[in-house]
């Protein structure tokens, strides 16, 4: 997993609440057996409207999405973190996450930082009116700035600690390596094998 | 204080615990199959990691085969990739794969065992919750995410909440003509599809010690159906001589140093369950479901509930929407009800065991006209079994489709589903809605009821068929305990 420690770019204002997993990604999209190529299921069904903010020419390259609350609700599937990074984002702003989604974008490096209405609001404001303001994402900090916008945000010490480090689930385990090996030297000789015999 | 079999193996396999974390479990055996398994190798592949220990890794091909024309290429391109992915990822990390077309290949659940690989002691995982099967051995034995399977493949570990233990005691002598897909149907009725939520059960007591291997992986295989995380019998002479000379048993001074280990997996006489659920074997008879999860369950005997009865208003719902899924009416008898299909097979009761028991109720006899029966065994194993007993020149005598092996119509992902409205007989564990095919509509019974089912052409059990032509009474049919 890559390590998380402050990320500037552009933002994608959008002005919606509830976007369940369904519409982050449809099921139908849940058939690839890769974890890469999801970024044009990404908001399948908006992305036929021209006009969708996604869309939008000013829009390309943006890496930083401002949600409205209750994003990531619905069915736990991991597809919806990885539609969203595979797209290009690295961070998501929203006053309310769905726990699992939640869970998922931070074992998978993927910054949910939540943040008052107001302040989301004000940040949906600023890259309305001009697509090319710049907002930072601090996780250092613990910090999201824009021009005229300083926001302080919470994250779990652990979870912080392992976005900054960039250690997934897997990375952690494998710190403790020496515990594994040892453990491994003291299994019975009778313990089964897969090996062809 | 005493210990439970699950935690005894539970502590055998820590390899790290720490203040405020979750043990770090070390796993004995990992299996694969091709649809939970693509993004974990994809994620290994990203990160460039090896998977740790080929030799606790196997993988088969299941879910998506055909059990017709296996020679012929896969027809829908979705199943095609996912098992063109399998090979191709196994091959690329060196993983053992038996694919469709080998001798070993089968159900994941099915092959394990008979290979020798489940054995009592061990932590087996897979990315499918009927792993829960294994726990017949005494192995702690659960099924898992992908990442978690990602996770296995990379450090053979896997960071782990605790659980709860429940005891399931079953004591006393199961009546004739009462099975093990009977017993467990019941203990999910009663038990309901939550109640086991975050409990490991260990099944006990004399009527459960008197099953076989195979009755009692049909009973373990279950446990997830009641919202278990896994199922467990402890090991005994029983389970010893299953595994003595299987492929993959321990040979030699490792087979006596191994038994001794397994003697000890054994529930302590002053270990103390978080729940306790006890059962009368002699209460008893053939279950069957009714409705759209597996506790949705009666005796054949009884009729269709009603949903009025139910006190709580959920449940009242859930049947009310059940009933109305299921085109049944409360208070029809549940042997009045005509299916159109009848599966016999699945890791619940796909093995030899359990074809032996259809096959004694099909002897002699016709399935009614236009019903459809399928076949499938567990595992190409099984179905080479099963030929040299001569039990695929019962099944086609009597009228029935003998298949290869496979998932097949235990769940809607190969060419055998249910028409919508369609309704089957099915020895698999799951009757949820569309399960078996988009509007199917599922019974869960025994094997012995499936065949009996087939012959009249509505629910029923063997007691229920007149005398086969030209043999004995009908009470005759012997149908092997437990099977
Ligand atoms: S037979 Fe059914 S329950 Fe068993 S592994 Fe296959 S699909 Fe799952």
């Known amino acids: 997993m890559e390590a998380f420690t402050t990320h500037t770019g552009r933002a994608v204002p959008l002005r919606r609440g509830n976007v369940d997993t369904d519409q982050i990604i449809p099921a139908h999209w849940l058939k690839k057996v890769t974890r890469d190529g999801f970024e044009d299921g990404l908001f399948e069904a908006w992305r036929k409207d021209p006009d969708f903010v996604l869309n939008r020419p000013e829009r390309r390259g943006a890496s ?4 409205g609350p209750d994003f990531g609700t619905g069915s736990s599937r991991e597809h919806a973190v990885w539609a969203l990074q595979n797209y290009g984002f690295k961070a998501v702003v929203s006053a309310r996450f769905a726990d699992i989604f939640r869970g998922n974008s931070l074992k998978n490096g993927l910054l949910t930082v939540v943040l008052p209405q107001e302040t989301v609001d004000a940040l949906w404001e600023l890259t309305e009116a001009d697509p090319d303001a710049e907002v930072t994402v601090d996780l250092v ?3 999201v700035r824009a021009e005229g916008i300083t926001a302080d945000f919470d994250l779990d010490e652990n979870a912080r600690w392992r976005l900054l480090e960039g250690l997934d689930d897997i990375g952690l385990t494998l710190r403790h390596e020496a515990d594994v090996a040892a453990f491994e030297a003291g299994r019975p000789s009778f313990k089964p094998s897969t090996a062809r015999i | 204080m005493g210990r439970t079999l699950a935690e005894k193996v539970w502590d055998d396999h820590v390899v790290r615990r720490a203040e405020g974390e979750p043990d770090l479990l070390y796993i004995d055996l990992h299996l694969l199959h091709e649809v939970t398994s693509p993004q974990a190798f994809d994620g290994l592949r990203k990160a460039g990691r090896p998977v740790r220990r080929l030799d606790l890794t196997i993988a088969t091909e299941d879910h998506n085969t055909p059990t017709l024309d296996i020679d012929k290429p896969i027809a829908d391109p979705v199943s095609r990739t996912q098992l063109e992915t399998l090979r191709k990822n196994c091959a690329e990390f060196g993983v053992r794969l038996h694919p469709l077309g080998d001798v070993e290949q089968g159900v994941v659940h099915v092959v394990g065992p008979q290979l020798g690989l489940t054995q009592p002691g061990t932590t087996v995982v ?3 919750s009927h792993t829960s099967t294994h726990g017949a051995f005494g192995a702690l034995a659960f099924g898992i995410g992908t990442s978690q399977v990602e996770h296995v493949l990379a450090t053979q570990t896997l960071p782990l909440a605790p659980f709860r233990t429940m005891a399931v005691t079953v004591d006393g002598e199961l ?6 897909k009977d017993l467990i149907l019941a203990v999910i009725a009663r038990i309901g599809t939550g109640g086991g939520q975050g409990y490991v059960i260990e099944y006990r007591g004399t009527a459960v010690e008197k099953l076989s291997m195979e009755a009692r992986m049909t009973v373990c295989n279950m446990s997830i159906e009641a919202g278990a995380r896994a199922g467990m019998i402890a090991p005994d002479d029983t389970t010893f001589a299953y595994l003595k000379d299987r492929p993959h048993a321990p040979q030699g001074d490792d087979w006596d140093a191994a038994v001794d280990y397994w003697r000890t997996l054994r529930t302590d006489d002053d270990a103390v369950f978080d729940h306790e659920v006890v059962i009368d074997a002699a209460e008893l ?4 479901t009714w409705g759209t999860n597996p506790g949705q369950g009666a005796p054949l005997s009884a009729a269709v509930p009603d949903p009025a009865a139910y006190p709580d208003p959920s449940d ?4 009310e929407k059940a009933l109305e899924y299921m085109g049944l009416t409360a208070g029809q008898p549940l042997r009045d009800i005509r299916v159109d299909t009848v599966f016999v097979g699945s890791c619940t009761n796909g093995r030899i065991e359990d074809l032996r028991a259809a096959a004694a109720v099909l002897e002699g006899r016709r399935i009614a006209d236009g019903i459809r029966m399928l076949v499938v065994p567990g595992s190409v194993r099984v179905s080479l079994q099963a030929v040299g007993e001569g039990l695929d020149k019962v099944f086609t005598a009597a009228g029935a489709e003998w298949r290869h092996a496979g998932c097949s119509m235990c769940l809607g992902m190969n060419p055998d ?5 369609e309704r089957s007989a099915s020895t698999s564990n799951r009757n949820f809605e569309g399960r078996q095919g988009k509007g199917g ?3 869960l019974v025994s094997p012995q009821v499936a065949a009996a089912t087939a012959v009249l052409g509505h629910l029923a059990s063997p007691a229920d068929l007149p005398a086969p032509s030209g043999t004995a009474a009908a009470s005759d049919v012997r149908t092997p305990l437990g099977a």
């Not at chain 1, 930083?64 to 949600?67: E, F, G, H, I, P």
């Not at chain 2, 009242?316 to 049947?319: D, I, M, V």
């Not at chain 2, 589903?417 to 409205?421: N, S, T, Y």
């Open chain 2, 316 to 319: 009242r719902l859930a049947a």
């Open chain 2, 285 to 288: 008879s053939p279950f069957v």
């Open chain 2, 175 to 180: 009546p004739e003509g009462v099975t093990a």
């Open chain 2, 126 to 128: 897979c990315g499918d």
């Open chain 1, 64 to 67: 930083v999405l401002v949600a």
């Open chain 2, 417 to 421: 589903q249910l028409a919508p409205g």
């Open chain 1, 141 to 143: 900090a613990r910090q």
């Open chain 2, 441 to 443: 509509r599922t019974h």
